[in-house]
């Protein structure tokens, strides 16, 4: 069979290499995927958001199945449409894309079947939100309605941040659209927790935890980044967590999304703060998180593409999701500036034995260069977490390009505990 893979990040990387180990994929494409994966797929030209040109070249080239991974297509409807022509699809439809397309519908739909959240507040006009931080706790967490590069939502630690942080997106429009609503909400403490989770509507079978590390320095200084490096298991979440999570946050989600009309198939994402009322969801995303994926998938035992084909048959409760007891550490290693300006075009030389997933780069002329902020992940797995954490950086030491930068503590927290 042929599949389509549409993205081109590492996450979408560490899901090609993971659907390889299928006898039954003969040949994978990636839309637009990037030159660091041409040697596990075959990288079109064409971008995640072009929804139409996704579509033909599905019909025209004989695809039996596509993975949707990032959100902006999902939550456009890319999966509504390659369905239109018959094409199976591992991801959800638009309609139930919208719990990470709209920060309004998923805190509203929390509220009305009581899953845990921060309190919040919806405001569609600046004036009324400006009113309302007059008086509102401090601090408080300002988040843009829709999709923002990851960089909707604002922390403010005083009044006058989270008055700034209103105007920036509701006067200034600093992400569009996405900025005609806000959402302002209790500031939560305690550790964060990623789960990806498999659901086909029915089943929601969680995947291994992890932690992500959001910040671009070290000690989580600097800003906030798409994430630096990743560890799974997270050491915060207990079995104990994890009996509450279904019972209190996974189950209902699934089950509220289908009383609303919206089943959800795919990877429904739950961001959650372990605080000490109990676990929280801060976001949902409806797809896989990045760099997640890239600890997640390495520890999966049993056949992703065989998961994936369940969930978008219904037939999720009759398919092994089996994850390993290892441990895995992924090392970001960024272009030097990264999220703000930096250099790119420098030659990649690393390892081809080893777990690395590309994100930000471009073959030229048969030299892999680099190309974006994120450039690589460098993933490792062994019997303890640190163990892991020690090869991922020995892995990192034999990954080579000028202007290199990674942070050198990832996984220390989770070791801390
Ligand atoms: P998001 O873009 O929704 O993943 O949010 C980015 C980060 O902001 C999260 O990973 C949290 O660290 C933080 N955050 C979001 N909502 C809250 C909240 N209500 N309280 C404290 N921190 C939050
Ligand atoms: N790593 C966070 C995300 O994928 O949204």
Do not use: W
């Not at 549409?6 to 390889?20: P, S």
């Not at 498999?198 to 800003?223: C, Q, W, Y």
């Not at 959650?272 to 109990?278: A, D, E, P, S």
């Amino acid at each position: 069979m042929k599949v389509l893979v549409v993205g081109g990040g590492g996450r979408e990387h560490a899901i090609i290499k993971k659907l390889k180990e299928n006898k039954e994929i003969e040949k994978i494409y990636a839309l637009p995927g990037n030159g660091g994966m041409a040697n596990d797929a075959e990288c079109v030209a064409i971008g995640a958001k072009d929804i139409p040109a996704i579509v033909e070249f599905a019909k025209t080239h004989d695809i039996g199945f596509a993975v949707v991974a990032p959100d902006d297509p999902l939550v456009l409807g890319a999966v509504d449409e390659l369905q239109k022509c018959g094409i199976p699809c591992f991801g959800p439809e638009k309609k139930a894309a919208i719990i990470e397309g709209s920060k309004v519908f998923s805190k509203n739909l929390m509220k009305k079947y009581g899953i845990p959240t921060a309190a919040y507040e919806v405001f569609d006009s600046a004036e009324k939100a400006l009113k309302y931080l007059e008086t509102a706790p401090i601090p408080t967490v300002i988040k843009a309605d829709g999709l923002a590069l990851g960089k909707g939502v604002i922390i403010a630690m005083t009044r006058s941040e989270a008055a700034d942080a209103v105007k920036t997106i509701m006067e200034d429009k600093a992400f569009g659209e996405s900025g005609n609503q806000i959402v302002i909400e209790e500031y939560l403490e305690g550790p964060e927790v990623s789960v990806l989770s498999f659901t086909d509507g029915k089943t929601v079978v969680p995947m291994i935890s992890s932690m992500d590390h959001k910040r671009a320095h070290d000690n989580d200084e600097g800003l906030n980044t798409g994430g630096m490096g990743t560890v799974a298991p997270n050491p915060y979440y207990t079995p104990e967590v994890a009996e509450r999570c279904m019972k209190e946050i996974f189950l209902p989600t699934i089950n509220a999304m289908n009383a609303e009309g919206r089943t959800f198939k795919g990877c429904l994402y739950f961001g959650l703060m372990i605080t000490k009322n109990g676990p929280k969801v801060i976001e949902y995303n409806c797809r896989f998180g990045d760099p997640e994926t890239q600890v997640v998938l390495p520890l999966l035992e049993s056949d992703l593409f065989e998961i994936m084909k369940s969930v978008a048959a219904g037939t999720l409760s009759e398919t092994e999701v089996k994850f390993s007891q290892k441990h895995a550490c992924c090392v970001v290693m960024a272009s030097d500036g990264y999220p703000q300006k930096y250099q790119t075009g420098f030659e990649i030389t690393m390892p081809a034995d080893k777990n690395i997933y590309v994100a930000g780069a471009k073959l030229d002329g048969g030299k892999l260069l680099t190309a974006g902020g994120r450039v690589l992940g460098v993933t490792e797995t062994a019997d303890t977490l640190e163990n892991a954490v020690k090869k991922a950086y020995e892995t990192v030491g034999t990954v080579h390009f000028e202007n290199a930068y990674y942070r050198k503590d990832i996984g220390k927290k989770a070791l801390e505990v």
